[in-house]
Nanobody, 127 residues
Framework: QVQLVESGGGLVQAGGSLRLSCAAA????????LAWFRQAPGKGRDFVAA????????AYSDSVKGRFTISRDNAKNTVYLQMNSLKPEDTAVYCC????????????????????WGQGTQVTVSL
């Protein structure tokens, strides 16, 4: 089992920034593709961003591209989500996820492609 723990959520005004972190207790962390998903109240879980195991490929949802940046530090067993220009519609519980991909360049975007999940961290963006 891969244990993932998110941190960095909070309350921020529209236009502001937050940086989320997800730390993993896994010695083979560098072998995993990683992603961030979010779930707003009354809605399903949506893809936000993903990164391949070597960090060379990233994918973003259209709603966050240009505002959010996913990155990873394999030496620290941590994946990050830098969120800029936040909007009220970004309000959600943000969860990180991990999976052993088929290739080094894989960065899956569907939630059912991931095997391991963190508990999530709340992000609230006010007007």
């Amino acid at each position: 089992q891969v244990q993932l723990v998110e941190s960095g959520g909070g309350l921020v005004q529209a236009g502001g920034s937050l940086r989320l972190s997800c730390a993993a207790a896994e010695r083979t962390f560098s072998n995993y593709a990683l992603a961030w998903f979010r779930q707003a109240p009354g809605k399903g879980r949506d893809f936000v961003a993903a990164i391949s195991r070597n960090g060379g490929y990233t994918a973003y949802s259209d709603s966050v591209k240009g505002r959010f940046t996913i990155s990873r530090d394999n030496a620290k067993n941590t994946v990050y989500l830098q969120m800029n220009s936040l909007k009220p519609e970004d309000t959600a519980v943000y969860c990180c996820a991990a999976v052993l991909p088929l290739t080094y360049y894989s960065a899956p975007v569907r939630s059912d492609e991931y095997d391991y999940w963190g508990q999530g961290t709340q992000v609230t963006v006010s007007l």
